[in-house]
Nanobody
C-alpha cells in the first residue's frame, strides 16, 4: 500500500506564494501521471495540474502562468509551486498518482487559504 502525504498548505495573502509537496511512502513504479486537484467549499474536486510519465504538463486555465507542477523521482515527490495567489485559489488541494493499471492513489489533502 502506498501513502501520499501532502504538505505546504496554509494561510497566505493575495499575491503571495506557496509550494505544496506530496511525498509517497515508498518508491512507485509504473506511474502514468501525477496530479494536483483542488476542492473549494460547495464545489466538486477539479484538476489543477498534471504531469505525465514523459514529463508533459497541463494546467487548468485558471492557474496557467501562475502554478507550476514538477516532480522529483528520486524523492518520490511531486510539487505544486503556486505564485500570484488569489482568493479564488482557496481550497483543499489533493495530490493523486495514476498508475498504468488504472489504479490511483490519493493524499488526504492540504488546506490553502488566500486572504488578507
Amino acid at each position: 500500500q502506498v501513502r501520499l502525504v501532502e504538505s505546504g498548505g496554509g494561510l497566505v495573502q493575495p499575491g503571495g506564494s506557496l509550494r505544496l509537496s506530496c511525498a509517497a511512502s515508498r518508491s512507485i513504479t509504473n506511474i502514468n501521471a501525477m496530479a494536483w486537484y483542488q476542492q473549494a467549499p460547495g464545489r466538486e474536486r477539479e484538476l489543477v495540474a498534471k504531469i505525465t510519465r514523459d514529463g508533459s504538463t497541463n494546467y487548468a486555465d485558471s492557474v496557467k502562468g501562475r502554478f507550476t507542477i514538477s516532480r522529483d523521482n528520486a524523492k518520490n515527490t511531486v510539487y505544486l509551486q503556486m505564485n500570484s495567489l488569489k482568493a479564488e485559489d482557496t481550497a483543499i488541494y489533493y495530490c493523486a498518482v495514476f498508475m498504468m493499471s488504472g489504479y490511483s492513489y490519493w493524499g488526504q489533502g492540504t488546506q490553502v487559504t488566500v486572504s488578507s
